[in-house]
């Protein structure tokens, strides 16, 4: 085959299959084509008096975007569950948020949710712009979220978090800001 045309398809694959290194795969890559993460509609994004206020959020459950209070979350794994109004001020930013529902543990799965965090964007301060925290509220055992996208689970999936994070900073309001560790 002349080096031209292996060249060519060389890169109509990078294209077409997503990358392969360890980059994430495009959105529209081969590789995640079977995930969907649908878009929330548009809600405001203003701040709350309190991060206690039941204002919080756009309604859903968990919330993705809405209103929320005017600090936010270390970029970190939390053990314990932290205030839902602050966590979607990350999500604002552009960081992503990976949830766990187990009363009875699950450390195996928090490992993964804690892999898929070492994989999303680094800030310009050298911190994973992510989080990992307990939310006894959600409707499933998992939750991966961005600015207006929910992927919920019942087990983790490391791929669909990985094609989820492709995703990160396209549609946040304030897309790139850094997270302190």
């Known amino acids: 085959m002349p080096r031209a045309l292996s060249?060519?398809?060389s890169s109509l694959c990078l294209v077409a299959c997503g990358s392969?290194?360890?980059?994430p795969p495009t959105p529209g890559g081969e590789a995640c084509e079977r995930y969907t993460f649908p878009l929330s509609d548009t809600s405001t994004a203003s701040h709350v008096n309190s991060c206690g206020s039941t204002a919080c959020g756009n309604g859903e459950n968990p919330p993705n975007s809405g209103m929320h209070c005017s600090t936010w979350l270390s970029c970190r794994s939390f053990d314990t569950e932290q205030p839902r109004c602050s966590w979607i001020h990350n999500l604002e930013h552009g960081h992503?948020?990976?949830l766990y529902n187990c009363?009875?543990?699950?450390?195996?799965d928090v490992a993964k949710l804690e892999a898929a965090m070492a994989?999303?964007?680094?800030?310009s301060n050298g911190v994973r712009r992510a989080l990992v925290a307990p939310d006894s509220q959600l409707p499933k055992r998992f939750a991966a979220l961005l600015w207006r996208r929910t992927y919920l689970m019942d087990s983790v999936d490391p791929d669909a978090l990985t094609c989820l994070l492709a995703l990160q900073d396209v549609d946040a309001n304030e897309p790139g800001l850094v997270c302190p560790p």
């Open 96 to 98: 992503a948020v990976f």
């Open 103 to 108: 009363p009875e543990g699950c450390a195996d």
């Open 7 to 9: 060249a060519l398809l």
């Open 119 to 123: 994989k999303a964007a680094v800030g």
């Open 20 to 23: 392969t290194n360890d980059d």
